[in-house]
């Protein structure tokens, strides 16, 4: 993607279901379970690089010795940073203590992160200061083994300030208003009163409290806890958590708009935000990783027995779109053929905008995201000249000349590698009058290949603000003196921000709603700004439910196309000497590519949960009134 957006978080979850002998026996190792969880960790790096979190609980530990584990960092190589710091307390152990070398039992007394229960966090910030305090895993420590717990996830809730004032409600006095720490303590507040209840009916059955512990751990049923907890949650999320005495869960939201997947056998329960990541690192096929469906949790009581439990009442599947085009590892078999997809539909349109001249015709791709849906664009475009050839030579009416079909046989698309991307710059500039020079060399291009006569069409994954395209790549492509430019987005247009994991909480940077604001400055038709705020303000007050989207009367005098077109417009400064065009995806082919995920809702405004009209008319009123605030 050229434009660089924070996104998404991963979640990685391990039961060991054995002894830790049986992992030293099979695998020459009792930190099995640590070494999975940092292959896990690393191949979700994509999810996340602001920061990464793991804990480790050990299982059937006496009194006095400590079984909860944790370490964060949000150093510039997080995931190495962590495991480089459990390596060393790792071996430090090892080392003053010889004895514990080959004695497991030692080793998990005595060292840390060994446990049969791991979670681990990669986390990108979509809110707040990026500080230690901010990744996960979360912890609420509490001397009752039971009621501590342990939380991750991914997800953004919209209703956080709900949620705040239910915690307060319920008498507690919440540190902050940030949303996981409001439903950690959702979760802990009702985690603290079934121990409590369950603590009281062993009593009068006769029980002491000595004998309470283990008989507590056996009756939680951790299942009624979610329901109670997430009975108020809006948003989207994958939840993860563990309790002190071994339980383990991680919940989907009824959308399924944040993903989860799970595999288990005899040895292990894994868990993670991608599939791929489960089959690479525990070698076991596609069909073997189950996806979690929404608003179920998959719970693994401290005794090992796993259930899959419907938590919350399903809701229309709308699980997010922006996964397949780009957030998720292309490894993943059914995704890469998606991406694909997203390719093969361009590319009638893509035709169009050069008329058809593919021998005058250049094909990329911007690096490195977009290159599957590039595949997928030149397959169809192979396909168009086989159809081409074909029809050439049978109108020949076999009299055509060797020479003449070697001519026709020998079109094939021409395919470059024009787009290099030079260096990671975004993470150092901060002076704004020297960001426009700088981002104009995150890209460079290979000279000597395009023609003055050639069109040079380029795909991209998907284009949010148009601040990359603008700056450096339509001036670098310009450079190679093109007669056009086609710049292909595999993705729809995105009009709408995200409240759901996506780092995308205001309208004006979007580039789709600021052409639309041009078409309507063009067209005289500006008041409908000023109604559509009047619009939102008289919603502030309602509840969620009642909310509509008014900003979809931004866009509703337009077409896909007068859009797009004011896109190229503004995209193009007067400097570019070739003509520009800019070709969306429709939001009918997204769904054709990518039938399983129909959670459009930044190119359509239809939001999956009640809190995204909300925030979608807050981050409209915010716009108007010139407020930089967050819409969430």
């Known amino acids: 993607m050229s434009d660089a957006l924070k996104h998404e978080c991963g979640i990685a979850l391990i039961r060991l279901l054995k002894p830790l002998e049986y992992y030293r026996e099979k695998y020459g190792s009792a930190f099995y379970g640590v070494n999975k969880m940092y292959l896990m960790m690393e191949k979700q790096h994509n999810r996340g690089q602001d920061g990464a979190g793991f804990a480790s609980i050990k299982l059937d530990v006496k009194p006095g010795e400590r079984y909860i584990s944790r370490v964060r960092s949000i150093a510039q190589q997080p995931i190495q940073d962590i495991f480089a710091q459990i390596n060393e307390r790792i071996n430090d152990k090892l080392t003053n203590n010889p004895e514990y070398q080959d004695d497991v039992e030692l080793q998990k007394k005595y060292i840390p992160y060994i446990g049969e229960v791991l979670l681990g966090h990669v986390r990108y910030g979509t809110f707040g200061k990026n500080s230690v305090e901010s990744v996960h895993p979360f912890l609420r420590q509490n001397?009752?083994?039971h009621r501590n717990l342990i939380v991750a996830g991914n997800f953004n809730m919209t209703n956080v300030n709900e949620l705040f004032d239910n915690l307060i409600e319920i008498g507690q006095h919440p540190k902050e208003k940030a949303d996981t720490i409001t439903v950690m303590e959702k979760i802990g507040h009702f985690l603290d009163d079934a121990v409590s209840k369950i603590y009281r009916d062993l009593k009068k059955e006769g029980y002491n409290k000595n004998e309470c512990s283990p008989l507590i751990a056996q009756r939680l049923k951790v299942g009624k806890i979610l329901k109670r907890a997430a009975k108020n949650w809006d948003g989207g999320y994958a939840?993860?958590?563990?309790?002190?005495h071994g339980d383990s869960f991680v919940l989907r939201d009824p959308s399924g708009i944040r993903p989860a997947y799970y595999y288990k056998d005899d040895e292990v329960v894994v868990v993670a935000s991608e599939r791929p990541v489960i089959q690479t690192v525990f070698n076991v096929p596609f069909e073997s990783v189950k996806e979690l469906d929404p608003g179920h949790a998959i719970i693994t009581k401290k005794s090992g027995v796993t259930k899959i439990k419907k938590i919350l009442e399903p809701l229309e599947r709308k699980a997010c779109s922006f996964e397949r085009i780009y957030f998720s590892r292309g490894s993943d078999a059914e995704i890469y053929q998606e991406r694909k997809m997203l390719g093969r539909l361009l590319m009638p349109k893509v035709l169009e905008a050069i008329d058809n001249d593919t021998k005058n015709s250049v094909f990329s791709y911007i690096p490195n995201t977009a290159e599957t849906s590039f595949f997928g664009m030149i397959e169809s475009v192979e396909e168009y000249l086989n159809e081409k050839k074909t029809k050439s030579i049978l109108n020949g009416g076999g009299k055509l000349s060797a020479e003449k079909v070697t001519e026709i046989l020998s079109e094939f698309p021409r395919i470059e590698k024009?787009?290099?991307k030079d260096v990671k710059l975004r993470t150092f500039i901060t002076e704004d009058s020297s960001r426009d020079d700088l981002v104009a060399h995150v890209y460079d291009v290979t000279y000597g290949v395009i023609k003055p006569t050639d069109n040079l069409v380029i795909i991209d994954d998907s284009i949010v603000r148009g601040t990359t395209l603008k700056k450096s790549i339509i001036k670098m492509m310009d450079r190679l003196n093109p007669k056009k430019i086609v710049v292909v987005s595999s993705a729809p247009q995105i009009r709408y921000p995200d409240c759901y994991g996506i780092d995308m909480a205001n309208l004006e940077s979007l580039i789709a709603f600021r052409a639309a604001l041009e078409l309507l400055k063009d067209n005289n038709q500006y008041d409908i700004i000023d109604q559509v705020y009047k619009k939102c303000i008289k919603q502030?007050?309602?509840?969620?439910?009642?909310?509509v989207n008014h900003v979809k009367a931004?866009?509703?005098?337009?077409?896909?196309?007068?859009?797009?077109?004011?896109?190229s417009e503004l995209l193009s400064e007067e400097s570019i000497k070739a003509e520009v065009k800019i070709i969306f995806q429709p939001v009918n082919n997204l769904h054709k590519a990518c039938p399983k995920n129909l959670g459009d809702?930044?190119?359509?405004?239809?939001?999956p949960t009640p809190?995204?009209?909300?925030?979608?008319?807050r981050a409209f009123i915010n716009f108007y009134e010139g407020n930089k605030e967050r819409a969430y």
């Open 611 to 617: 809190g995204g009209n909300r925030v979608v008319n």
């Open 554 to 567: 931004v866009y509703d005098n337009f077409t896909d196309e007068q859009i797009s077109d004011k896109i």
């Open 418 to 420: 024009i787009a290099i």
């Open 143 to 145: 001397n009752w083994m």
């Open 540 to 547: 502030v007050d309602l509840k969620d439910v009642e909310v």
């Open 601 to 607: 809702w930044y190119f359509t405004g239809n939001y």
């Open 239 to 244: 939840m993860a958590g563990l309790l002190g």
